[in-house]
């Protein structure tokens, strides 16, 4: 499972470094955030499988943060709390979390629910790819990508830059109409953001990075 990534989210260092010990061991990559608005910040960049969210912490509760991640992202989401009472439960369930973790819990019991939530929301590529293009796959409710059935990360970014592009192969954009599309009409960054990008994801591609090609003086396009 070394390829399953997990974002930890808990305001104390030491839970956190506990269950990023257990997952660890398990084979789990794991990420950290002290708080929600580092959560947010790092999905910003980066995509997680699964995030284990505290709900009471300082500046902004778990059910604020998992409203916020809702309205842009499907990952799932285990909330962990001390708070049991049938309405928390309720309303974290509500709100879109794939399950509700009262403290105090044992290791074991994260785990089978980890692994559980994970069953139910990481479908096989093998079986379900929703796109596919030579050899690389693309899962877009679950923000997949594989080359060859085998797992590549991609930053939030990077993923919606090659779902746009395969979900239009053959057609060609302009860095500025990438630009619009991918990141919005008020970015302020320059069109060089999108050949860092593209830079990087043929690096990411390996061996299908060619499915990705440059028309010389106009941008790029999707093509086998």
């Known amino acids: 499972m070394k390829h399953i990534s997990i974002l930890i989210v808990d305001d104390e260092a030491d839970m956190r470094q506990l269950i990023k010990l257990y997952l660890e061991k398990e084979g789990f ?28 912490m300082p500046k902004m509760d778990g059910f604020t943060v998992a409203a916020k991640i809702r309205e842009q992202l499907q990952v799932p989401i285990i909330f962990l709390t001390a708070r049991g009472d049938e309405w928390d439960r309720i309303h974290g369930l509500n709100i879109g979390a794939d399950d509700y973790i009262i403290k105090p819990f044992s290791f074991g019991e994260l785990i089978a629910r980890v692994q559980a939530v994970l069953r139910r929301t990481q479908p096989s590529p093998k079986t379900s790819p929703l796109l596919q293009i030579g050899p690389l796959s693309i899962n877009k409710k679950g923000r997949q990508v594989f080359i060859n059935e085998q797992p590549v990360s991609l930053t939030l970014k990077e993923f ?39 830079k990087t994801l043929r690096l990411k591609l390996g061996d299908a990075a060619d499915v990705i090609q440059t028309v010389w003086g106009i941008g790029y396009k999707i093509e086998v």
Do not use: N
């Open 29 to 56: 990559h794991c990420i950290e955030a002290a708080d929600g608005q580092e959560a947010l910040t790092i999905l910003d960049k980066t995509l997680p499988h699964l995030i284990l969210l505290d709900v009471m």
């Open 160 to 198: 919606e830059l090659l779902q746009f592009l395969c979900d239009h192969k053959g057609q060609v954009f302009s860095r500025e109409q990438l630009l619009e599309k991918i990141w919005g009409f008020d970015y302020e960054g320059s069109e060089r953001t999108v050949d860092t990008h593209i």
